[in-house]
């Protein structure tokens, strides 16, 4: 079935420690997207990508980072620069350019801080 | 920046009955993208009903319709024959321009009473 997977399902990050999150799908979608989940909250942006080997920042890039080397894959890592990373962390694909597709989410991973 | 507003941080309804979520939203935009999506306590995303703004004719899927009112920029979720399933918390989502990003409200929580 096709779908997207991410993986960890939980993680766990020490002080000072880059983690990274892995989003794979195999929907055949060109875009892909990170959001970030706080308690009570809506998700917010983080990065997106519309294309292999291109990404644009999202509203809360600052501390993390991504590739996008395979269509299939878009994993983002969480730096020692972002000082509060527990959070809830969604992974999503589209097909590129047709705003009325929706955007199709992976199951989370949750990271906390030991 | 395009922003969406739920007013309702939670919301109650007897099974079998109807209940309506509101959602208001703020864009400059004549073409965009209105989407609900309902979070159950899996933290899955799940689609629920999308609205093209060029659409006059409100969307409809099975007992969920919406009232889209483009003038006053509204996008209410009316759920029919409430059933225990539906409880969940549920995101306005707005999508428009290059990278179609989705902008969520910040949610509101569903609970469905025996």
């Known amino acids: 079935d096709g779908g997207i997977t991410q993986s960890p399902k939980y993680l766990f990050r020490k002080e000072g420690q880059n983690v990274t999150l892995s989003c794979e799908q195999n929907l055949n979608h060109d875009a892909m997207y990170w959001y970030r989940q706080d308690p009570g909250q809506g998700l917010r942006l983080i990065y997106y990508?519309?294309?292999?080997?291109?990404?644009q920042k999202g509203d809360i890039a600052e501390g993390y980072s991504v590739s996008r080397e395979k269509k299939e894959s878009f994993p983002l890592t969480v730096t020692s620069a972002q000082k509060n990373p527990t959070a809830f962390y969604l992974c999503?694909?589209?097909?590129?350019?047709?705003?009325?597709?929706?955007?199709?989410f992976g199951d989370g991973t949750r990271l906390s801080i030991l | 920046a395009q922003t969406v507003t739920q007013s309702q941080p939670e919301m109650s309804v007897q099974e079998a009955e109807t209940v309506t979520l509101s959602c208001t939203y703020d864009t400059s935009e004549s073409d965009y993208y209105l989407f609900w999506y309902k979070q159950p306590p899996s933290r899955q995303m799940i689609l629920v009903i999308r609205q093209e703004a060029y659409k006059q004719q409100n969307a409809t899927e099975n007992r969920f319709s919406v009232n889209f009112q483009k003038a006053a920029k509204s996008f209410s979720l009316k759920i029919s024959d409430s059933q225990l399933g539906d409880a969940a918390m549920y995101f306005c989502?707005?999508?428009?321009?290059?990278?179609?990003?989705?902008?969520f409200g910040a949610g509101t929580i569903l609970r469905v009473k025996s």
């Open positions: 990508s519309q294309i292999v080997n291109d990404f």
């Open positions: 999503a694909s589209k097909t590129a350019g047709r705003s009325n597709q929706p955007q199709h």
């Open positions: 989502a707005y999508s428009e321009g290059y990278g179609n990003k989705l902008v």
